[in-house]
């Protein structure tokens, strides 16, 4: 019998995803030896058009990182989603957005004013942007278009299952890569993770008062971490109650507060929502001087609400007009 | 003239602002019909993905009305409600959403004049702001 295929992509990623196969060590060998890769861009060396060749429906399993920033991107996920039975967007980045979403809290424009004209370390008299068309010598030149917004994986094609995670954990991708060899998948859409808080597993939530109560916010840089306490306790926001179980509670054991790579679970319709309704219950004081300077520790509430999850929000991003005044 | 009729959603406590809307009606004040009632048990009850998912689905403003401090049914539902909209507040600012689209009030049932005056005054400043335009990924597609 012929091998499954399966095809592993990237779109805009760190590139830790791709590592995080890699780290499957030993366990990746069975792997690999199970099924026939047939595109893998970050270790080994394919062509599209190998892809474009193919069956519609061939490939068994694309596993697909990144957002989708690039028209490139976009186009390689649709000719992936065609090529094969199943596509598992393979971390936060492709379930959520990630961290590349965070743009969406400001707009193209200035993103290319700044890359391209205004940085200090850019010297370009001309003004040179890249875009879409160009002329060179009697040549057009074609470069992908860049989005306005930043899109997770679901936006521009249709998602059988998510791995979540900032990247996914190599236990969480075996048990996956394994329900798929033998067929024992769950219904379609699923998120392959626990659907439950990370307040749940982590062992700090005994240390938890029934009461949490804190008068203000503070910043893991400036203060010294209990390695017992619960992180909200200490009043540094922690994102474990609006963030899925699932990763082992990688950064509460590095003694390092939840920053919510795994998303929210099922029932919660937007991380950020969440985690301001779980503040608000538990910041001290009533009167609005003592709230507003619980909040000066709080420099980046959107950043910090949606660190890996601006795509996945119920606003996706910033307003793209100028000012709303 | 600005003929922009504004949406505004506003979530109102079954016990003081509801009621207080009620009696401005039985006392035939008239108030902006720009402004859509959502009645709720508590201000407290009102989930920021309430008020996220109101701007998502195309309202220009969001108000809280609850009782004043001291008077809530359930004790501290208004407190919190407060925190939780000054978090909003700060969070919707990076969004690009100005400040002024989202209000918190207190009314209480007999203040049918004060309701009337709130609901008024919030319909007016988002007429003057205009529609809120959310561009994002609201509509999907790549794009
Ligand atoms: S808030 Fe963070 S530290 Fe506290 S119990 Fe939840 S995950 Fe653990
Ligand atoms: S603790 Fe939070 S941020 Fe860290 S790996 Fe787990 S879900 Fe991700
Ligand atoms: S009962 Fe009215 S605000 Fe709580």
Request: charged share 25%; hydrophobic share 40%; proline share 5%.
């Amino acid at each position: 019998m012929a091998k499954p295929k399966v095809a592993f992509y990237w779109c805009a990623s760190c590139g830790g995803c791709g590592e995080t196969v890699v780290d499957l060590a030993d366990k990746i060998l069975d792997v690999v030896a199970a099924v026939d890769i047939i595109l893998w861009p970050i270790a080994m060396d394919f062509k599209y058009k190998d892809i474009r060749a193919m069956e519609d429906g061939s490939i068994a399993v694309s596993f697909i990182n990144g957002a989708v920033r690039t028209e490139e991107q976009k186009e390689i996920a649709e000719l992936l989603r065609k090529k094969s039975g199943l596509v598992v967007a393979f971390g936060s980045c492709s379930s959520l957005g990630g961290i590349p979403a965070l743009a969406n809290l400001t707009s193209k424009k200035k993103i290319f004013e700044r890359s391209y004209l205004k940085s200090p370390t850019v010297v370009n008299p001309e003004g040179v942007v890249p875009k879409t068309k160009s002329k060179v010598d009697g040549y057009e030149l074609a470069l992908p278009e860049f989005y306005e917004s930043v899109y997770k994986l679901n936006d521009v094609i249709d998602v059988d299952y998510y791995l979540p995670g900032c990247p996914p954990t190599p236990d969480l991708i075996v048990n996956a890569v394994n329900a798929i060899l033998e067929g024992k998948l769950p219904p379609k859409g699923a998120i392959l993770s626990p659907d439950k808080s990370l307040c749940n597993s982590c062992d700090r939530n005994e240390s938890k008062p029934e009461d949490v109560a804190i008068s203000e916010i503070k910043r893991v840089i400036d203060v010294e971490i209990d390695p017992e306490k619960c992180f909200l306790a200490q009043g540094i926001i922690c994102m474990g109650p609006a963030t899925r179980d699932g990763c082992g509670a990688s950064c509460i054991n590095g003694n390092m507060p939840c920053t919510g790579c795994f998303g929210p679970t099922d029932s919660c319709k937007d991380q950020g929502a969440k985690m301001i309704g779980t503040l608000g219950a538990i910041l001290e004081g009533d009167e609005e001087e003592t709230i507003d300077k619980a909040l000066d520790g709080l420099v980046d509430p959107a950043g910090t609400f949606y660190r890996y999850g601006l795509s996945a929000s119920m606003l996706g991003s910033a307003r793209k007009e100028e000012e709303d005044e | 003239m600005n003929n922009f009729e504004p949406k505004i959603v506003a979530f109102t406590c079954n016990w003081c602002s509801y009621a207080g809307a009620d009696k401005a009606g039985m006392m035939k004040l008239k108030y902006s019909d720009d402004v859509k009632l959502i009645r709720v048990m508590c201000s407290g009850r009102v989930d920021p993905q309430f008020v996220m998912d109101a701007f998502r689905e195309g309202a220009d403003g969001v108000m809280i009305l609850g009782c004043h401090p001291g008077d809530c049914h359930y004790r501290t539902g208004n407190v919190k409600a407060f925190k939780r909209y000054k978090l909003l507040k700060k969070t919707l600012a990076q969004f690009g959403i100005n400040d002024k689209r989202l209000k918190l009030d207190w009314v209480a049932a007999g203040e049918a004049e004060l309701f009337q005056k709130v609901v008024n005054e919030m319909a007016e400043t988002v007429k003057e702001l205009g529609p809120l335009h959310l561009t994002g990924n609201v509509e999907q597609g790549g794009k």
